[in-house]
Every structure is written in C-alpha cells, then in structure tokens.
C-alpha cells in the first residue's frame, strides 16, 4: 500500500481521501502525547494499515506567538517607535500585531502607513447626579480616589477631566442618587500594514485621561499573534497602564546621562512590576560608557546595539523604516527576537 501524506490532515489509505473529509475524525487538538494517541485511534479502524500526517500551524504560532512585548523608553526620543517597527516588520507576514498605546502622539502609522478598517470612539462613564434623590451626605466624594467629586453644601460638583469611570460613587450611593452618562475621551483606530495586524489609539486634545483609552486599546489583543506595544514615553501611569500584563519589556535607551538616568527609573518600574527586561542600546558608539556599566552591574542584557548611521536618520526622516531602506538589519531584529523569545521561555539571552 502506498504511502500518502497531505496538507489536509490525516489520510485514510484504503478510501485515499482525508479522514477529516470521511468525517471520521472531526476536530483534534495537538498536545504533547496527542498525536501518539490519535495515531494509534486510527490504525485500530478495519483495513487501516498506517497512518500518515501532516501538522500545519500558523505563522504566529512558528515564530512563536502568544507572546507580548512591549517597547518603553524612560524618556521620548531614543527611538522606541523606531526599533518597535523595524522589528514587527523584521518578522514573517501575518504573524505580528502592532500596537501603538502612545495615546497622546500616536506616530508609528506614519512608518507603517496601515490602512484602517474600522474607528470606533471610546468613552469612560462619568457620574451624574439625581438631586430629587441626593441627600448631600457626601459619601461619594469620600469614596472618589481621584477627588473628582466635591460635595459643598447642598450642591454636588463633578469634575469630569478627573473622573476614571471607576464607578465607585454610584455604587456606594446609598440614595442611588448617581446615575452614569458616557464621556468620549479619544478613538481606536484598527486596520493592517503590510501582514501586519495594526492598532492604535487616539487621544482627544487636551484629554487628560490616557490611561482608560490604553486599557480600551489592549484590549484589542490578539493572543495568537506576536503582540507589540510601542509604549509611551516615561515611566508615568500611561507607561503602567502599557507594560503591565507584558511577558517581556525592552527599554531602549542612548549612551548619555540623561539616557541612563531614565533607564534607572524604567528598570525600577519594570522591577516593581516584575517584568523581564532587556536593553537596546540607540546611537551605541556617541556618549559614554555608563549604560553598559549600569547594565553590568544590574544583570540586564543589552540585546542589542544600534550605532548611529546616517542613512537611519534618512529614512526616518523620510518616514521610511530602515529595514525596508536596508535589509541587512533584518537578520539583526531576528536575532534580537531569539533572544526576547528565549529569555520569555526561561533560556537566558545572550549579551550581544
Ligand atoms: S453619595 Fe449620593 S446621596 Fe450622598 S451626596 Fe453623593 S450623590 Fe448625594
Ligand atoms: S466614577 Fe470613580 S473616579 Fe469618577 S467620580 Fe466616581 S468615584 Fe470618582
């Protein structure tokens, strides 16, 4: 009897079609021993001699997807944008979500240019009050974190720019006096770039609140995809907001003072968060020799070293990533993923 393989699955030798297609077999999940098992369930069918298959997964999940790496900085300017594109485009098509939670000057569209499919405008709920119910007790703004409430005589003030919508007043209203009206602060953008699965979010002007319009836009994560986070700049509750829940934070940083200053306090947040971390030093061969230091002497891989090039500086300028200008930089972002990706499974990544 002949051998038989194919892209469909598992194939019944005698009937030589697809045991999927007999309906023999309708859905199965890979998992350690599973395909030992489901061989030996098939063989025992009468005339079933061998059995042959083939394994198909997508391309998240070769290069290993499921996983989130968010791109921060302690101060803007380093080129975090930068480095996150070149390195979602340095990987296969299909396989990346890109996701700019910069809220306030979302710019990696600029470099990716993503066509949009969808905006959709995001709000947080903000209390208002029911005076023929209010009793002006003042427990609500007793209970508000962020005093957006005030109670003064009998008038109860909001002050929406300060509002979380957590809903803790309304909740603890004893006179159910507070009822909730929705209040736009930004929008989502979805779309793709090239393969590339593409969110971002968009502050309203003069919004204070990013964080809640963060929240909105992670939520947009696809768990099968290799996920990037291009971070906002610092290391504020925006920055928080975007790197917790992350299984790997890479801090990109300059040889200056003020570089390692700001990388001190990106790596004491990622520390309290307890986030796996890396360095990618920008403009490696300008300044001094004190990140290299720092890291030493903090155990923190630098991933990887970017010296300055003009032609990087070009194609910036020009909104072109440079490893569309200059594809020798592809094989360098696939190293830097090995070793994001090996130190997220537990090997540790070797220093470049
Ligand atoms: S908790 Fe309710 S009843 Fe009391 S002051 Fe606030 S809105 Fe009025
Ligand atoms: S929803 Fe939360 S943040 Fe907003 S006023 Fe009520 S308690 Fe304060």
Request: glycine share 8%.
């Amino acid at each position: 009897m002949p051998c038989h393989t194919d892209p469909m699955g598992l194939m019944r030798m005698d009937l030589e079609h697809p045991i999927i297609n007999l309906s023999l077999l309708i859905h199965f999940t890979v998992c350690h021993s599973t395909v030992l098992f489901l061989e030996q369930a098939v063989v025992a069918f009468h005339g079933v001699e061998a059995v042959a298959g083939s394994l198909v997964a997508d391309e998240g999940s070769v290069v290993g997807g499921n996983m989130i790496i968010s791109i921060a900085s302690g101060k803007g300017g380093t080129g975090k944008t930068t480095i996150a594109v070149n390195l979602a485009l340095s990987l296969p098509k299909g396989a990346v979500q890109f996701i700019d939670c910069d809220v306030e000057e979302p710019n990696s569209h600029l470099f990716l240019t993503p066509t949009i499919r969808q905006v959709t405008s995001m709000g947080i709920p903000v209390p208002r009050i029911d005076e023929s119910r209010c009793t002006y007790c003042g427990k609500c703004a007793q209970v508000c974190e962020y005093h957006a409430i005030a109670v003064i005589l009998k008038n109860v003030l909001v002050i929406d720019e300060l509002c979380h919508g957590c809903g803790a007043c309304s909740y603890l209203c004893p006179e159910k006096a507070i009822f909730e009206v929705e209040r736009e602060i930004g929008i989502i953008q979805t779309g793709s770039s090239n393969g590339i699965s593409f969110v971002n979010g968009v502050l309203n002007v003069g919004e204070p609140m990013a964080s809640p319009l963060i929240r909105k836009v992670k939520e947009r994560i696809q768990r099968d995809k290799v996920v990037i986070l291009d971070a906002p700049p610092g290391t504020a509750c925006p920055v928080i907001e975007t790197v917790k829940g992350s299984d790997f934070c890479l801090l990109v940083t300059e040889p200056t003072p003020f570089g390692v200053n700001d990388l001190e306090l990106a790596v004491g947040m990622l520390e309290k968060l307890n986030i796996p971390k890396g360095v990618v030093v920008n403009k490696s061969d300008m300044g001094d020799r004190e990140v290299w230091n720092y890291c030493d002497s903090k155990n923190i891989p630098i991933l990887m070293e970017i010296p300055m090039d003009r032609k990087i500086a070009e194609s910036y300028s020009k909104g072109i990533p440079f490893v569309i200008e200059d594809p020798s930089y592809i094989p360098r972002f696939e190293d830097l993923f090995e070793k994001i990706k090996n130190s997220i499974i537990g090997k540790s990544p070797e220093k470049e």
